[in-house]
Nanobody, 115 residues
């Protein structure tokens, strides 16, 4: 059984920064690919960033150059550093992984970008 717990969301002004964290428990974290998704009100959930076990990363075009995904295999943590935030980044952000064929989601953390 895998559990994911996000933290770090909040209210930030446009142009500001936030760092989200996702704490992982369950199977061997270092062998898991991890991802961040987000879902804005009235919109479908969308993939934001992914990181492989050997730390290769990929990003949605809308966040390239502003967001950075990283992981600390010693602490079982994955991060999403978000810089130059825009109002359109407002969403609930979810941590995601798949263990064998089973998907796992965290409970989500709200990010609101507003002046």
């Amino acid at each position: 059984q895998v559990q994911l717990v996000e933290s770090g969301g909040g209210l930030v002004q446009p142009g500001g920064s936030l760092r989200l964290s996702c704490a992982y428990s369950g199977s061997i974290f270092s062998s898991q690919a991890m991802a961040w998704y987000r879902q804005a009100p009235g919109k479908l959930r969308e993939l934001v960033a992914t990181i492989t076990p050997d730390k290769n990363t990929n990003y949605a075009d809308s966040v390239k150059g502003r967001f950075t995904i990283s992981r600390d295999n010693a602490k079982n943590l994955v991060y999403l550093q978000m810089n130059s935030l825009k109002p359109e980044d407002t969403a609930v952000y979810y941590c995601f992984t798949k263990w064998r064929t089973t998907p796992y989601w965290g409970q989500g953390t709200q990010v609101t970008v507003s002046s």
